[in-house]
């Protein structure tokens, strides 16, 4: 019921959102993108959900990120000319197979390149056991156009291996074991358009090593071990170089005269290196570039201006850097730039101006769902989910979002009925009244939270990353959290205080420890004055706390990151495993010296007090016991925290909205409605109505 409730409330809350007033000049609001070329738009949430929400089925197309080099690798691979099946060579070996002029000797065990005839277009030699390629062996294939010599063992080349192959355009040479290039190795290579050296055990790079290759197009040195490149120009010995591939190296430097006049370049793909050092202006000459890969490397700093030049770009990956600092106009040249990933990338300082100038980006990837809130603009921003909130609601679980309400009403009313009866029942022990009144308040407060939650998520429903960030900067936020650690720091006080006079009862009975009233209104006083004091703390100084509320979309500073400011997560540490797991300790050694106390007197002790004390004793035992229940997973959550230990959204999520609140909804049950006492006086009450 209330989750159709739910649903019907989003939907309403959807339609009154739709744009009326910007439909009428033809611009859609930020969060919100047009339909095509029709005049109407829609939130983000319902673009690329796999439901047609268009009336012409926009929302639904290009929702693939195929930006930057899947789109021109698939123009790359098209085949030029269709060859018959019939083979047209003389010469071939009998355990090839032969079709048109192109012969497939793959896998069969041979020792050396065998002989074909001179006509041959292309061969196929993959998977063999050859180690050395001799001075001329090719060179009266003058034909050829595709050789295929991957994964064998070749470790040795001669400086004239490839002599004579004028026409050859494709030269695949991955999973072999050649360790370098010798200069003049591809002289006569002038036709060659694609050179694949993937996995082989090349260091290094030197001059001349590419001579030759006035036409090479693609050059693919992934997963080799080369540690540096050279400072002169890659693209002096191959002006033509388009795509360039290093993934996988051991390259810790980027030098500027690197890619000097590398003015064709297109894809450049950096990725798995181990580069900390990119010199400014390293890029400056690559303007028609489309797509650079970063990722997976060792960079602490970006240059300011290193992307200035690379108006074209439509693909950048910098994910899984250790970047200290992002420049807030590091993005304002990407006038092109259509996927941007960030994943695993911390960036203390961002704001929506980094990400203000990127008109055409429609991919973007964070580490953090909450950084999403910063590039509203965008149509596709993952992760989409933080496992609490979500692109749509502020709480991403449908059962939680029930849940909340539930838990909160349970909560209000159990807390608001429990001080209602006790204040209409006189008691015996007016000063154990007041306290358990005291905490009926401080858990009430915990329900008021949720409410607080549970209205807001209605309100941001359906477009909730619109207003995320706003949202976790606001004053609700921050107040409607610290009314959360209000209620939490005082219910815990409270507990202990009770804890600590029931044991100075029981286990000094003859003392006279009993607190009279104005001791137990002095020591509420102060434990609501330490709750304010704690709760309030992190508005003092935003330069040590930040925004220390504001981490999540349920504004509780329960889980520490790795951005959060040193002073915020010193303050949550020494609130949740200081004061807290004290508190806890304290209350389990007080009930064990109570009921060692209790059990060495039971056989002496025949007084009615003691045998009340003994009573109270046990049904607080179990209210200690749910309460260690609540406490236990949230005094771990914290230490995992601390450790960086990577914890899921949807953990915090259920800690913060189940866990934590399901202790003030069965307080009331526990020290008041389940106690015989209590059930007495209410049967004698309704006796003499």
């Known amino acids: ?16 959102a739709s744009p009326a007033d910007s439909l009428a000049v033809g611009v859609c ?51 030029r000319v269709q060859e018959p099946e019939e083979c047209m060579l003389d010469v071939y070996p009998e355990v090839c197979f032969c079709s048109g002029w192109k012969v497939n000797c793959n896998r069969k065990n041979l020792q050396q390149i065998p002989a074909v005839s001179s006509n041959v277009t292309a061969l196929e030699l993959n998977s063999n056991g050859v180690f050395f390629l001799p001075a001329d062996l090719f060179i009266h294939y003058r034909r050829l156009e595709r050789l295929h010599l991957e994964n064998n063992r070749i470790e040795q080349v001669s400086k004239r291996a490839f002599a004579g192959l004028v026409s050859l355009r494709k030269l695949f040479l991955s999973q072999n074991r050649i360790s370098s290039l010798k200069a003049g190795l591809f002289s006569d290579l002038s036709s060659l358009e694609w050179l694949i050296l993937d996995e082989n055990r ?94 997976l490397n060792q960079m602490m700093d970006l240059p300011p201006s290193l992307f200035q030049n690379l108006q074209n770009l439509k693909q950048l990956n910098i994910s899984n850097n250790p970047l200290a600092l992002v420049y807030d106009d590091q993005f304002d040249s990407f006038l092109n730039l259509q996927s941007l990933s960030m994943e695993e990338v911390e960036i203390p300082n961002i704001s929506i101006r980094m990400f203000r100038s990127l008109s055409n980006l429609s991919h973007i990837y964070f580490k953090r769902f909450d950084y999403c809130g910063y590039s509203p603009n965008v ?46 029942i006189t008691s015996e022990n007016q000063h154990h009244t007041m306290a358990i009144k005291s905490l009926c308040c401080a858990d009430c407060l915990m329900g008021v939270y ?70 137990t209104l002095c020591s509420l006083a102060s434990i609501w004055t330490l709750g304010f004091v704690l709760a309030l703390v992190p508005f003092s100084d935003k330069q040590t706390f930040g925004n220390f509320y504001g981490r999540n979309g349920v504004c509780f500073p329960l889980h520490s990151e790795q951005a959060e400011k040193p002073g915020a997560r010193c303050y949550s540490t020494g609130i949740f495993l200081g004061l807290n797991l004290f508190a806890f300790v304290l209350i389990v050694f007080s009930y064990s010296s109570m009921f060692y106390s209790v059990q060495k007197t039971a056989k002496s002790a025949r007084h009615m007090a ?59 049950i526990l020290y008041t409605i389940t106690t015989s006492t209590f059930q007495e006086k209410i049967k004698v009450c309704l006796l003499f109505r």
């Open 202 to 295: 090349i260091t290094s790079i030197r001059q001349k090593a590419f001579e030759g290759l006035k036409s090479l197009f693609f050059l693919s040195l992934l997963n080799n071990s080369v540690e540096q490149l050279p400072k002169i120009s890659l693209c002096h010995e191959m002006p033509r170089l388009n795509w360039l591939e290093l993934e996988g190296n051991r390259i810790s430097s980027l030098w500027s005269s690197t890619f000097k006049n590398c003015s064709s370049l297109t894809v450049l793909a950096l990725r798995r290196n181990r580069i900390s050092t990119i010199e400014d202006g390293t890029f400056s000459s690559m303007n028609r570039l489309i797509d650079l890969d970063l990722s």
């Open 379 to 424: 149509r596709s921003c993952k992760p989409n989910t933080d496992g609490i909130s979500s692109f749509e609601n502020l709480l991403a679980n449908i059962i939680l979002r029930v849940f909340v309400w539930v838990v909160a009403f349970i909560i209000c009313f159990g807390n608001i009925f429990v001080i209602f009866l006790r204040s209409c």
């Open 29 to 79: 609001p930020l969060g919100h993108f047009p339909c095509g070329n029709l005049s109407v738009c829609l939130p983000q949430l319902k673009h690329c959900n796999g439901l047609q929400d268009c009336p012409n089925g926009a929302d639904e197309e290009n929702c693939v990120d195929n930006s930057g080099w899947p789109h021109l690798f698939d123009a790359f691979m098209k085949t």
């Open 1 to 16: 019921m209330f989750a159709l409730l739910l649903s019907f409330v989003c939907s309403l809350s959807l339609s009154f």
């Open 450 to 519: 949720l409410f607080f939650i549970g209205a807001f998520d209605v309100k941001f429903c359906g477009e909730y990353n619109r207003h995320a960030q706003i949202w976790m900067e606001s004053l609700s936020c921050q107040l409607i959290g610290s009314l959360a650690l209000l209620s939490t720091e005082v219910s815990v006080l409270i507990l202990t205080y009770m804890t600590l006079e029931k044991y100075l009862c029981i286990v000094f009975p003859f003392q006279h420890f009993r607190a009279g009233r104005k001791r």
């Open 610 to 668: 003691l045998d009340h004390e003994v009573s109270i004793a046990k049904r607080f035992f179990f209210i200690v016991f749910t309460d260690a229940m609540c406490w236990i997973p949230i005094f771990l959550l914290k230490i995992l925290s601390l450790l960086r230990v990577q914890i899921a959204g949807t953990t915090v999520m259920w800690v913060v909205i189940f866990i934590l609140p399901i202790n003030s909804a069965l307080n009331p």
